[in-house]
Protein backbone atom coordinates (compact mmCIF):
# COMPACT_ATOMS: atom_id res chain seq x y z
CA UNK A 1 0.00 0.00 0.00
CA UNK A 2 1.22 3.48 -1.02
CA UNK A 3 0.99 6.06 1.41
CA UNK A 4 -2.26 8.51 0.53
CA UNK A 5 -3.89 9.52 2.89
CA UNK A 6 -5.50 12.42 1.87
CA UNK A 7 -8.77 13.04 4.01
CA UNK A 8 -8.77 12.05 8.69
CA UNK A 9 -12.48 11.96 9.41
CA UNK A 10 -13.33 12.99 12.97
CA UNK A 11 -16.75 12.11 14.02
CA UNK A 12 -18.81 14.72 16.10
CA UNK A 13 -21.80 15.10 18.05
CA UNK A 14 -22.75 18.52 16.91
CA UNK A 15 -21.80 19.42 13.19
CA UNK A 16 -22.39 23.53 13.46
CA UNK A 17 -20.59 23.27 17.05
CA UNK A 18 -17.57 21.60 15.36
CA UNK A 19 -17.55 23.85 12.54
CA UNK A 20 -17.68 26.84 14.43
CA UNK A 21 -14.58 25.23 16.70
CA UNK A 22 -12.31 24.52 14.14
CA UNK A 23 -13.19 27.33 11.84
CA UNK A 24 -13.68 30.18 14.50
CA UNK A 25 -11.64 29.33 17.11
CA UNK A 26 -8.93 27.45 15.79
CA UNK A 27 -8.97 29.36 12.26
CA UNK A 28 -8.92 26.48 9.88
CA UNK A 29 -10.13 27.21 6.30
CA UNK A 30 -13.28 25.77 5.56
CA UNK A 31 -16.14 26.03 3.01
CA UNK A 32 -18.80 25.02 5.73
CA UNK A 33 -21.10 22.74 5.76
CA UNK A 34 -21.88 20.99 2.72
CA UNK A 35 -23.89 17.76 1.79
CA UNK A 36 -27.25 18.84 3.76
CA UNK A 37 -29.75 18.05 1.24
CA UNK A 38 -28.56 13.88 1.56
CA UNK A 39 -29.63 11.46 4.01
CA UNK A 40 -26.48 11.18 6.57
CA UNK A 41 -24.62 13.45 3.81
CA UNK A 42 -23.92 16.90 6.03
CA UNK A 43 -20.17 17.16 6.40
CA UNK A 44 -17.06 19.46 6.64
CA UNK A 45 -14.33 19.76 5.12
CA UNK A 46 -10.91 21.91 6.74
CA UNK A 47 -7.74 22.45 4.28
CA UNK A 48 -4.98 21.35 6.81
CA UNK A 49 -2.04 21.24 4.29
CA UNK A 50 -1.92 20.38 0.70
CA UNK A 51 -3.58 17.29 -0.46
CA UNK A 52 -4.46 16.84 3.35
CA UNK A 53 -7.99 17.42 4.80
CA UNK A 54 -9.95 17.04 8.19
CA UNK A 55 -13.51 16.35 7.49
CA UNK A 56 -16.12 16.69 9.94
CA UNK A 57 -18.90 14.53 9.95
CA UNK A 58 -21.76 13.00 12.08
CA UNK A 59 -21.17 9.97 14.16
CA UNK A 60 -24.04 8.89 13.28
CA UNK A 61 -23.43 9.27 9.46
CA UNK A 62 -20.66 7.47 9.37
CA UNK A 63 -21.77 4.91 11.70
CA UNK A 64 -24.85 4.70 9.12
CA UNK A 65 -22.35 4.42 6.42
CA UNK A 66 -19.96 1.96 7.72
CA UNK A 67 -22.78 -0.08 8.71
CA UNK A 68 -21.30 0.15 12.37
CA UNK A 69 -23.69 0.86 15.64
CA UNK A 70 -22.64 3.68 17.76
CA UNK A 71 -20.71 2.41 20.80
CA UNK A 72 -19.20 5.15 23.63
CA UNK A 73 -16.16 7.15 21.89
CA UNK A 74 -12.87 6.64 23.66
CA UNK A 75 -10.34 9.94 23.47
CA UNK A 76 -8.03 7.69 23.48
CA UNK A 77 -8.31 5.82 20.62
CA UNK A 78 -6.69 8.28 18.34
CA UNK A 79 -4.60 11.46 18.93
CA UNK A 80 -3.40 14.01 16.19
CA UNK A 81 -0.24 15.64 16.30
CA UNK A 82 0.43 19.28 15.38
CA UNK A 83 3.74 20.22 14.72
CA UNK A 84 4.78 23.77 14.95
CA UNK A 85 8.60 25.34 14.53
CA UNK A 86 8.90 26.33 17.89
CA UNK A 87 7.99 25.86 22.03
CA UNK A 88 6.44 29.71 22.01
CA UNK A 89 4.44 28.37 18.83
CA UNK A 90 3.24 25.29 20.71
CA UNK A 91 2.32 27.75 23.83
CA UNK A 92 0.26 29.58 21.43
CA UNK A 93 -1.71 27.52 19.84
CA UNK A 94 -2.41 25.87 23.15
CA UNK A 95 -4.10 29.23 23.95
CA UNK A 96 -5.48 29.77 20.70
CA UNK A 97 -7.47 26.50 21.80
CA UNK A 98 -8.14 27.10 24.77
CA UNK A 99 -9.81 30.65 23.80
CA UNK A 100 -11.64 28.64 21.36
CA UNK A 101 -13.77 26.11 24.24
CA UNK A 102 -10.58 23.12 23.99
CA UNK A 103 -10.18 21.40 27.31
CA UNK A 104 -6.42 21.47 28.08
CA UNK A 105 -5.79 18.06 29.28
CA UNK A 106 -2.02 18.44 29.54
CA UNK A 107 -0.61 21.63 29.69
CA UNK A 108 2.54 21.98 27.36
CA UNK A 109 6.20 20.88 28.74
CA UNK A 110 9.37 19.64 27.93
CA UNK A 111 9.54 15.90 26.94
CA UNK A 112 11.67 13.54 28.01
CA UNK A 113 12.44 12.76 24.61
CA UNK A 114 13.56 16.46 24.10
CA UNK A 115 10.70 17.96 23.03
CA UNK A 116 7.96 20.33 24.19
CA UNK A 117 4.18 19.39 23.98
CA UNK A 118 0.75 19.73 25.58
CA UNK A 119 -2.67 17.99 24.65
CA UNK A 120 -5.91 19.75 24.44
CA UNK A 121 -9.54 17.75 23.64
CA UNK A 122 -11.78 19.63 20.64
CA UNK A 123 -15.57 19.72 21.94
CA UNK A 124 -16.04 16.58 21.16
CA UNK A 125 -13.39 14.84 22.87
CA UNK A 126 -10.71 13.79 19.98
CA UNK A 127 -7.42 14.40 21.81
CA UNK A 128 -4.44 16.72 20.18
CA UNK A 129 -1.08 16.90 20.49
CA UNK A 130 0.51 20.12 20.02
CA UNK A 131 4.09 19.22 19.41
CA UNK A 132 7.40 21.10 19.20
CA UNK A 133 9.99 18.13 17.70
CA UNK A 134 13.48 19.07 17.11
CA UNK A 135 13.79 16.23 14.86
CA UNK A 136 10.72 16.66 12.77
CA UNK A 137 10.23 20.53 11.89
CA UNK A 138 7.59 21.44 10.21
CA UNK A 139 8.92 22.64 6.49
CA UNK A 140 6.97 25.87 6.37
Known amino acids: MKPRITVITLCVDDLERAVHFY ?10 IIGKEFDFGAVA ?22 GIPIGNPSPIELSLGHNVSSTAEVDAVMEQAKSAGAVIVKPARKTFWGGYAGYFQDPDHHLWEVV ?8 D
Open 132 to 139: WNPQLLPG
Open 23 to 32: REGLGLPTQG
Open 45 to 66: FFDLQPGLKLAIWPRKSLAHDA
